[in-house]
Nanobody, 114 residues
Framework: QVQLVESGGGLVQAGGSLRLSCAAS????????MGWYRQAPGKQRELVAG???????NTADSVKGRFAISRDNAKNTVYLQMNSLKPEDTAVYYC????????WGQGTQVTVSS
């Protein structure tokens, strides 16, 4: 069973930066697309950035130019570099495959103060 463990969240002022990490167990990591998702209070979970096994990336319009996803297949880890953070980026951030598996990790809380 694949396990996903997110880390790197925290409290940051608007305009600041954070780097999230997600460590995945299992041998299927390197052959699958991965993504970072987020869920804000009262809202549905959304995909904010994805990366294919070959490294092609895509980001949602709401974070384009500010967030960047990357991966290290040797370490079974995917990253999300978040710059120029805004209060509306406040959410719990999760990583998962794309399309996602039914099970989710615990996520990591990102709070951006104005």
């Amino acid at each position: 069973q694949v396990q996903l463990v997110e880390s790197g969240g925290g409290l940051v002022q608007a305009g600041g930066s954070l780097r999230l990490s997600c460590a995945a167990s299992g041998s299927i990591f390197s052959i699958n697309a991965m993504g970072w998702y987020r869920q804000a209070p009262g809202k549905q979970r959304e995909l904010v950035a994805g990366i294919t096994s070959g490294g092609t990336t895509n980001t949602a319009d709401s974070v384009k130019g500010r967030f960047a996803i990357s991966r290290d297949n040797a370490k079974n880890t995917v990253y999300l570099q978040m710059n120029s953070l805004k209060p509306e980026d406040t959410a719990v951030y999760y990583c998962n495959f794309v399309p996602n598996l039914p099970s989710w990790g615990q996520g990591t809380q990102v709070t951006v103060s104005s």
